[in-house]
């Protein structure tokens, strides 16, 4: 069942009064505007041209670091606040302002990484810790090769990263190439933490991301709406195609979902997309936006 929404999206008359509304479009990066390699399609970039040739705001809401982020929005020649590391970390590249940071708790990220270096799971899980815009590991492995390529970010190996808590970590993430080994460690921890202590998500498959319990992309979205824009949550669309999008796209008035997205995550969005190969973000901006 899709969600509720103040506005029935079935209609064609609706979708044109819907898009009438709109005024921040917030896009998700991978599996979203970038597919398997790693870049905006001139088909996206042009259908987002076009609409901030309307006059809406165009804003991208990624789990990526800010600095591995910064070309994607640089890319869609967005004029807002670059949302990251799931919302934990919004900074403006125009001024280098940073409106939120988040960070997980110091004793929270000491007790996850005791989880994650257990011995059964030590040698199967690549654990990350994101301090100010860095990324720290143990060792690097090729899970992390492979990560680093991808975000074009150079992992720093610290050994014991007990070493580098003096600060606390925007963002916590255990890396596997095991899909269901991550669900596994997923449902455990939401046994030992509440949402009120600790927020917790995959962006795909093989990554837990952890996080402050305020973060999520919602939030997020939201502070750039009501807070920056003075806008409502039914002037505003949001793109995604994961689980870490799932708050965004319950917030907006119009929630799209792309077409590679879990089934639980199209499940909650107004409209699904073709997949991210297929242009989806451009079909979908141009069905409510453009048309």
């Known amino acids: ?134 990324l720290y590991v143990r060792e690097i492995t090729t899970e992390t090769e492979l990560y680093a390529e991808r975000c074009g970010v150079n992992p720093i190996p610290v050994g014991d990263l007990r070493q580098v808590l003096n600060d606390e970590p925007t963002k916590v993430l255990a890396l596997c190439d095991d899909a269901n080994l991550i669900q596994e460690l997923l449902g455990n921890l939401r046994l030992q933490y509440t949402p009120a202590e600790l927020y917790m998500t995959t962006s795909v498959a093989t990554f837990l991301e952890a996080a402050n319990p305020f973060v999520n992309k919602g939030t997020a979205v939201r502070y750039l709406a009501e807070e920056l824009l003075g806008l409502e949550r039914d002037n505003v669309m949001t793109i995604g195609d994961n689980f870490n999008d799932v708050e965004m796209l319950e917030y907006a008035g ?18 699904v997309a073709p997949s991210v190969e297929n242009h989806g973000s451009a079909i979908a901006i141009e069905k409510f936006l453009l048309s």
């Open 1 to 134: 069942m899709h969600k509720a929404s103040t506005t029935d999206l079935s209609s064609t008359s609706n979708l044109a009064q819907v898009g009438k509304d709109i005024k921040l479009l917030v896009l998700d990066i991978d599996g979203t505007i970038a597919g398997h390699d790693n870049q905006v399609s001139e088909t996206v970039k042009d259908a987002i041209a076009k609409v901030q040739a309307k006059g809406i705001h165009v804003a991208i809401a990624t789990g990526r670091m800010y600095c591995s982020a910064l070309r994607f929005h640089q890319d869609i020649k967005s004029t807002l606040p670059l949302v990251a590391y799931q919302g934990a970390w919004i900074q403006d590249p125009k001024n280098q302002k940073i409106h939120r940071h988040l960070a997980v708790p110091r004793e929270i990220t000491q007790q996850l990484l005791d989880y994650f270096e257990q011995p059964q799971l030590r040698t199967l899980l690549s654990v990350h810790f994101y301090i100010n815009d860095q």
């Open 254 to 271: 119009i929630g799209v979902a792309m077409g590679s997205a879990p089934d639980p995550v199209q499940a909650i969005a107004n409209w």
